[in-house]
């Protein structure tokens, strides 16, 4: 008896979509507190901060996922413009008697404009979120958790079905 493979049932994701030429328009930060994304538990006034701007590295992980997913990142003839604003990059610490628990959280807001007449294509929201139990003493543990929260936003803009279908249905400037 032989068995007979089965296709891959795979959802659109951005990969799909046939290659556009994404205009990525620079971040927005929408947070209520852009000094600082937390503060230590022990007196609630030491400040956790990134060392570069929360829109920065934003911005630097949306090129990288639309680049990844097969697509040019560019300033002019542009098939679509992106438009992403931060609404939370928080770390929410909560200390314990042995342990820390961190609650990392990140929230994007996502538009998709026609790149030739500027339309509303697509408006989304991205949450990524990660927890962590830390022992006491491993203080800087927090940087690691902060990126798995924004990797997994960007997993799920990549991976956003609604997205692809308004790429892959898109009329390009080169193909009308």
């Not at 680049?67 to 909560?94: P, Q, T, Y």
């Not at 790149?115 to 003493?137: A, E, F, N, P």
Request: charged share 30%.
């Amino acid at each position: 008896m032989s068995a007979i493979p089965r296709p891959a049932c795979t959802a659109p994701s951005l990969a799909s979509a046939p290659p556009r030429r994404v205009e990525i328009a620079p971040v927005a930060d929408r947070r209520m507190d852009t000094a600082r994304i937390g503060s230590k538990p022990k007196d609630g006034r030491r400040d956790i901060v990134t060392s570069r701007p929360v829109t920065e590295i934003v911005g630097e992980a949306i090129t990288l996922e639309i680049r990844k997913n097969g697509h040019a990142v560019v300033s002019d003839k542009k098939d679509v413009i992106l438009a992403a604003a931060v609404e939370e990059f928080r770390l929410d610490v909560v200390a314990g008697y042995s342990s820390t628990q961190y609650v990392g959280r990140v929230v994007l807001a996502v538009t998709l404009a026609d790149g030739r007449g500027g339309d509303q294509l697509l408006s989304r929201r991205y949450v990524g979120i990660s927890r962590r139990q830390i022992d006491k003493g491993a203080d800087n543990d927090w940087r690691d958790l902060m990126d798995v929260a924004l990797a997994r936003t960007m997993h799920d803009l990549a991976t956003d079905p609604e997205l692809a279908a308004v790429l892959t249905r898109l009329l390009t400037a080169f193909n009308p």
